[in-house]
């Protein structure tokens, strides 16, 4: 199948079923160039509430799909491949999330948004990359239970006064974004700014110039005044940033980060997805309610 036809066959689609396409920016760039609306997991879920169409397909791994119903309850929310997963989500265990509770009955949980539903209901707010440090900060505890990304929790937790305990888990992806494997780039483009995701180690968001969420790269990119970067995230971002910034030279590390999980979302499932209206997001109604006050409580904080 070429691009325009697969192009052409999903319009139809859309059309004929009255769905919306939401694609996170890790996704092929075939996928982002059918897409309604392509942003970070925060754009993402503000974008959710303001869908008219009757099905939503969410282009990303399960958890974001999750979201978006969540938010929109009343809409059918399709998958193209249900098991896309988030290998970082994986390590947030309920049980384990419940005993750490009863450990700490003082402090307050916040839930990185990469978790379950299950995980989300059992939390005081969520955030998102882009807005972490903003939601620990005005949370209304002095001790943080931060689940489950140890790194972007310990990369906030030093500029906060709040006692902030971490869980023992990462995304491999990004914490496999070592600063050698952006040395190994640097040495060939000494003038490149390096810019990271708050994902990555302590080893590179320390000597980073630059440390954001997607999206907050993305922008960084397309305002700053310099010309080359080496971007420390998942390879799919620089399709918006050579959109946003088409002068600009944008390197990756060495080895390139790319998220498989992300990348199951083909072509060919996206049209399967929309003609068979699989795989269908279905949670519980009383997780789905708890999870939604936890993200509700970030929107307003
Ligand atoms: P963003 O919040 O930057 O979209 O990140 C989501 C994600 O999966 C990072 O690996
Ligand atoms: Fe999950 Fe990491 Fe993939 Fe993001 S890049 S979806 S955190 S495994």
Not at 84 to 112: F, N, Q, T
Request: net charge neutral; aromatic share 8%; with cysteine.
């Amino acid at each position: 199948m070429n691009l325009e036809n697969f192009k052409e066959t999903i319009q139809k689609l859309k059309k004929e079923k009255d769905a919306f396409i939401l694609a996170h920016y890790y996704q092929r760039p075939e996928i982002q160039k059918v897409a309604d609306f392509i942003g970070d997991s925060l754009e993402l879920s503000r974008m959710c509430t303001n869908i008219e169409q009757k099905i939503v397909v969410f282009c990303g791994v399960y958890f974001m799909a999750e979201i978006a119903k969540i938010l929109a309850p009343d809409k059918k929310v399709l998958i193209p491949y249900r098991n896309a997963g988030c290998l970082l989500a994986d390590m947030a265990i309920k049980e384990e999330l419940e005993k750490a509770k009863k450990e700490h009955p003082d402090a307050k949980v916040v839930a990185y948004v990469n978790t379950y539903a299950e995980i989300k209901a059992l939390s005081n707010v969520i955030c998102t990359s882009a807005n972490a440090k903003e939601v620990m900060q005005k949370v209304k505890a002095d001790k943080i239970i931060f689940v489950p990304d140890k790194n972007l929790a310990a990369y906030h937790a030093k500029s906060l006064e709040k006692e902030v305990i971490l869980w023992d888990g990462y995304c491999p992806v990004h914490n496999r974004i070592t600063w050698d494997s952006i040395e190994r780039v640097k040495q060939k483009h000494p003038d490149a700014v390096v810019i990271v995701h708050p994902e990555c180690p302590p080893e590179v968001t320390e000597r980073a110039d630059f440390v954001g969420s997607t999206s907050q790269l993305v922008k960084f990119v397309k305002e700053s005044p310099h010309e080359k970067f080496i971007v420390g995230t998942e390879e799919g971002t620089l399709f918006k940033m050579k959109k946003e910034a088409p002068n600009k030279k944008l390197l990756l590390p060495d080895p390139i980060p790319l998220c498989d999980q992300m990348k199951m979302i083909t072509p060919e499932r996206l049209i399967r997805c929309l003609e068979e209206e699989i795989y269908e997001v279905e949670i519980e109604q009383e997780t789905a309610e708890k999870a939604k006050a936890a993200i509700e409580a970030m929107f307003r904080l």
